[in-house]
């Protein structure tokens, strides 16, 4: 089966501006809704008790208020189902810092009246761990853009890596925005997710750049966009096929993985799809705006290739013992 | 005629690896090396602990007035006025001139990491800042120790605490359900401990109901009440001597038949008391322990030999608990939870069911697309998918790695991903077979083609792997591990394995049936 077949190269960079304006759109969109709306954080970042419970039958989440609005501590929780019409979570900015009061035994007695119940889940953060998971969590991201941005400098140019930068916090960005406006609710696991993007949505601008490289070496055009152009295209192909696998696997994730996985697996969902147009429609037209010169890259080319040949016959010199 | 090729014994060996070595995972033997499966999946309580350090602090320095006040009392150094201040230094004031040289070189010999400075004969004692540093330290690693000690004796199966960064505490305990268990189990591990053996001053006990707590504090004196009744004794806040001196405490009975608790002291300890008891007949001496008298008896006469009871109304398995924390040696400061988590068996066993039928289902989706769209070729990827399965579970089951939700769905992601390495190189060998290339020679290009995009690609990943290995916390971590040991397998499975099979059937490939190996239409071949 076939479904991409290279023809000819499709007309992409000179359609760049509209991909830039709907780009800068999303982009404009996220912020302001993380702006506006803010995140939904949850215990591990904010700190409180979050306790999820599962009744025998359906949960009487009236009843369930009431029980824990009799206590000074549980006043005014929040209960939510959770995932089925059976469990419910209790959650509440407080949390104990004594080891004597157990949290769930505590919720036990309080909704004993309420049915038969089993309590599943009990987290627990402190403020000053969720400060300190918060800080954690923000470096883990900047190290990792900043290793990362070492190493596509590394091996392409610099231009590359800040291009690859740029789509990526354009991905990370909009995922955020999707975070917000879908109300998911902000833990270690949504971090994760976050961080993933960031590799994926690179692995496949990497696998487009390495082709633009190696385009700007074979292809005989003068023309940047026309040799990204080709090079897109070329890894059209592999670009969607990749997505796809990965996305339908992550779709299976996120139907069949069960509510707790449900957050992470949302987020990793809409990386994919961002992270896939950005690569194809953001990476590429950035690396062109940065103005990368196609004749600047083959000179340096020609001067490192003339510099090894030099270096070869030095040496075939220097073993024949002409030195 | 080529035959096996080194790159296919690879292959050969990674996969019968991968297999035995996750054999014992898969089929839970008793055997062998397994995956250790996280907290959120077999369930069980992760507790996060911190210490009040500063706690820590002002015990140390009562311990070292203690031992100003022993060390003067044994030496016949005079002295008066000897006292605990609010800003953290010991003062006393000695009455005889000539017991300043003697005074300044004990104190200096036994009492280490001090400041001692001196107005005339007014002495201030005060703990370096070294020392403080020292003292919290040695409350975190102490705390750690006898924390696990008491786990240990509550007859839990195998619990982990260990020190995590510079003043956290780690506690989890797998398996733990009941929730009468963990209030017991955080009831033992709050208790402090602290037992002190203090001086009644029987010269101004009469007064202690109408006495102030600072009335108390100017004569050196403290208010402690009664473990079950609220009677309050006046005690010396100085204690004679504490629990650090204590070998042994085991579970007994007295003539009525009451649960109490025996426990002896080490030589130093005995003997401090031995001249204690002997100084002190016909007074009282209140057993404390954390901050409650349990006993107060009668001094008959000076007990040597270093045994000691405590009587105090409790139930056999309140003394229990008891002689366990006794044991294990006494909290310097107090224990605080700074977060708990706690997942229940039935929610963890949930969790492993829906995650291995997402891992399933995405596998097979995965498998059955690649034979679909690359015929052969597909076939052959998926060879270096399950081998890649098995050998990162082979690699956590001898690492000993945890296996996480997040892990589990660090799996599933590396099957979507793992497969993205064979799409490049087949997209690579179709574009050189519809140039016309031949088979063996598009395969080779095809493989050296794509090398480099792979490579970055995955090593880009990596990073991001890396990083969430060393800034992750738990589940995180198991997630970022997986995904990084799946990334590695890959290139082994995905690069090497698949080159391997390719150049060992290559005799076999016919370039008319592309279709079927390639799952391309024949128009290539020029």
Redo the contacts between chains.
Sequence with gaps: ??VFK?KKPLSLMAKSKRFGLLSIVMLLLSLGLILTKGFNLGVDFAGGTLI?V?YEGEAPIEKIREALNADKVYEGASVTFFGSQEEVVIRTKM??????E????KV?QLLKETGTL?????????A??GSE?RT??F??MV??II??LL??SF?FEWRFAIASVLALLHDITIAMGMIVLFSVEVN??I??AL??I???S???T??VF??IR?GVRTIKKPDLSAIIDESVT??L??TT??SL??????L??F????E??HG??FT?LVGIVVGTYSSIFVASPILMWLGFSVSGFREKEAVKLKREKEKEKMRAMYENGTI | MKTLNYRVVLLAFALIFGIVFSIPSLTQSESGKKIILGLDLQGGLHMLLGIKSEIAIESRIKSMAATVKYMFDDEDIIFDDLRMNENGTITFELLDNDDVVKATALIEKEIEGTVLSQKSLKFSLEMTEEEKIRTKQDAIGQAVDTIRNRLNEFGLAEPTVAKQGADKILVEVPGIKNREDIARLKKLIERAAHLQLMAVDEDRIARVDTMSENEAKSFGNIILTDVKTPQKYLVRAIPVLDGSMLTDAKVGFDESNQPVINFSLDGQGAKIFGDFTGKYVGKRMAVVLDNKVYSAPNINERIGGGNVQISGNFTFSEAQDLAIALRSGALLAPVIIESERFIGPSLGADSIKSSSLALMLGFLLVVIFMVLYYGMAGIIANVALIGNLFLILAVMSLVGATLTLPGMAGIVLTVGMAVDANVIINERIRELLHQGKSIGKSIEDGYNNAFTAIFDANVTTLIAAIVLVVYGTGAIKGFAITMGIGIAASMLTAIVGTHGIYQWILPKMDKKKLNFWFGIKQEGAK
């Design positions: 089966m076939e290279y999820q599962k949390s104990s810092q004594v080891l004597g157990d949290v769930g035994a036990n089993e309590v599943r889940r009990v987290d627990m953060i402190g000053k761990v998971l954690k969590g470096t883990a190290i990792a290793g990362i190493y596509v091996r270690l696991d971090l994760a961080l993933t960031l590799g994926y690179l692995n496949d990497i696998i390495d082709r190696e070329r890894t192909s592999r096929l990749t696998t990965t996305f339908f696997v992550v299976t994730l139907i069949f993985g069960g707790i996985i992470f697996a990793l």
